[in-house]
């Protein structure tokens, strides 16, 4: 019985470990609608020593708190597989092609988790790819 006890009263405290308050996130990239006023938010989530570093994108309103955005993409480098983009988080390039229009690209072999088409009556269109190299100038 007091085996049983114990179980019934740890459960809620272990239930805990699976949730966001345990992982750190830091913005890297703001993109602001040219037409509205959503943004969409590039974001590293550290989640600990036992996960990779997850690139979040979120598309929300200006009016809004962060908490109300949605997120519309989650990755992560595939054990290092993807292209860095800096901070822990993989190549990404956000930008709002038109009014309610935007465009993801990300390193083409990341891991991808979530991609949404859709958020805050904003079209969303996702592109595997790496970013243009530069020629070299002498």
């Given at each position: 019985?007091?085996?049983?006890?114990?179980?019934?009263?740890?459960m809620?405290?272990?239930?805990?470990?699976?949730?966001?308050?345990?992982?750190s996130?830091?913005?890297?990239?703001?993109?602001?609608?040219?037409?509205g006023?959503?943004?969409?938010?590039?974001?590293?989530?550290?989640?600990?020593?036992?996960?990779?570093?997850?690139?979040?994108?979120?598309v929300?309103?200006?009016?809004?708190?962060?908490?109300?955005?949605?997120?519309?993409?989650?990755a992560?480098?595939?054990?290092?597989a993807a292209?860095?983009?800096?901070?822990?988080?993989?190549?990404?390039?956000?930008?709002?092609?038109?009014?309610?229009k935007?465009?993801?690209?990300?390193?083409?072999?990341?891991r991808?988790?979530?991609?949404?088409?859709?958020?805050?009556?904003?079209?969303?269109?996702?592109?595997?790819?790496?970013?243009?190299?530069?020629?070299?100038?002498?």
């Open positions: 019985m007091k085996h049983l006890l114990l179980c019934c009263f740890s809620p405290l272990l239930s805990g470990c699976g949730t966001d308050a345990l992982c996130s830091e913005t890297l990239h703001v993109a602001r609608d040219i037409g006023d959503r943004v969409a938010v590039t974001s590293v989530r550290n989640c600990g020593a036992t996960s990779d570093y997850a690139t979040v994108i979120s929300g309103r200006a009016t809004e708190p962060q908490a109300a955005a949605t997120e519309i993409f989650v992560d480098s595939d054990h290092g292209l860095d983009g800096g901070g822990g988080a993989i190549w990404t390039s956000v930008v709002w092609s038109a009014p309610g935007l465009s993801v690209a990300y390193a083409s072999k990341a991808v988790f979530k991609q949404l088409p859709s958020a805050k009556g904003a079209e969303i269109r996702f592109k595997a790819s790496d970013p243009p190299i530069s020629p070299l100038v002498d």
